[in-house]
């Protein structure tokens, strides 16, 4: 961010960075509430139904206007691949796992990230010799074998199953965002996610009726409904769109950082509405894990591709 840039412009991006907090720190407590009457297979056929609906208006109008680029559905082939898989990992990792762990695991995505970064870009092995780098590595894998050994059920099979499912989703997670910037650059974010998006929900649809039970998301009431829709807009697509705002108004850097108070935010409120409880030890580990993926943020702020460009939660 230029030091001249305009305070409506700074005003703007702070407002876009608390909205995409507030969208992400809500969709973990949403999908933890759906469980309750959802399978994972249609939870994220309505989650993901609502987000894809969301912006195909701006698609259409894109079509008509002819500002529609043609190369857009070759290049959203790649992201959507691992995105598939993505949401699916996400939205089951709930059922095993609580809201407030999830989150706090899936900050792994971004030293995943910086390894495939590493491995696929050649201008990125510069930082190899980076020796905050290598700290901040070290720093989050200290902090997330603490959060998982300290866990109050580590022992037990179902959070050895939630626990491998985050950790997979954050290494897919990393090619989906490496994947993103290089096939969407220099096109409009809120186009290629809603392409992305249509390619997503056709293989969704067909994994919630050979795997799932769409059938009973009609015995669920009214609020269930509610939570699903308003989860999918903002946890997916308003969340994406207003944190690319927050990008470009305040760098890439600062909105990052903010955003990693969210897991915290989501334990705090998880211990109130679903009772979920983290051990001291286990808390510190948090610390250590966020602690870990902010220097690697600060350490890559200059790089062309890097993992604060985009987050994990959605």
């Known amino acids: 961010m230029n030091k001249s840039t305009p305070p409506v412009v700074i005003s703007l991006g702070v407002m876009a960075c608390l909205g995409t907090l507030l969208c992400w720190t809500s969709a973990p407590l949403f999908i933890e509430y759906l469980t309750d009457y959802l399978d994972l297979w249609t939870q994220n056929l309505l989650r993901y139904g609502a987000a894809c609906l ?74 190899l010799s980076n020796r905050m780098f290598w700290l901040s590595i070290c720093t989050t894998i200290t902090g997330l074998m603490g959060v998982m050994l300290f866990h109050p059920a580590s022992a037990h099979s179902y959070t050895l199953i939630g626990t491998t499912i985050i950790l997979v989703y954050g290494l897919i997670w990393g090619f989906y965002a490496l994947s993103v910037k290089v096939m969407f650059r220099g096109i409009d974010s809120r186009i290629g996610f809603s392409v992305v998006s249509i390619y997503t929900i056709v293989p969704l649809v067909i994994l919630s009726f050979i795997f799932g039970q769409p059938q009973k998301s009609f015995d669920m009431p009214a609020w269930g409904w509610a939570a699903a829709i308003f989860s999918g807009i903002t946890g997916i697509a308003l969340g994406h769109v207003l944190y690319y705002i927050s990008i470009h108004r305040l760098g890439a850097t600062t909105p990052s950082l903010i955003l990693l108070t969210q897991p915290f935010v989501v334990v705090v409120i998880s211990f109130f509405i679903f009772d979920e409880k983290m051990t001291f030890l286990q808390i510190i580990s948090g610390i250590i894990l966020i602690s870990g993926a902010a220097m690697a943020i600060l350490a890559k702020k200059e790089s062309r591709i890097s993992p604060q460009n985009i987050s994990p939660i959605t």
């Open 54 to 127: 969301f912006w195909l208006p701006v698609l259409i109008i894109a079509a008509k206007e002819k500002k529609l680029p043609k190369t857009v559905w070759k290049r959203a082939i790649l992201p959507a691949l691992p995105n598939i898989f993505m949401q699916t990992m996400w939205a089951a990792a709930f059922y095993y796992i609580d809201p407030g762990f999830v989150s706090l695991l899936s900050t792994t995505a971004f030293l995943w990230v910086i390894i495939l970064s590493f491995i696929f870009f050649i201008d990125e092995r510069h930082h």
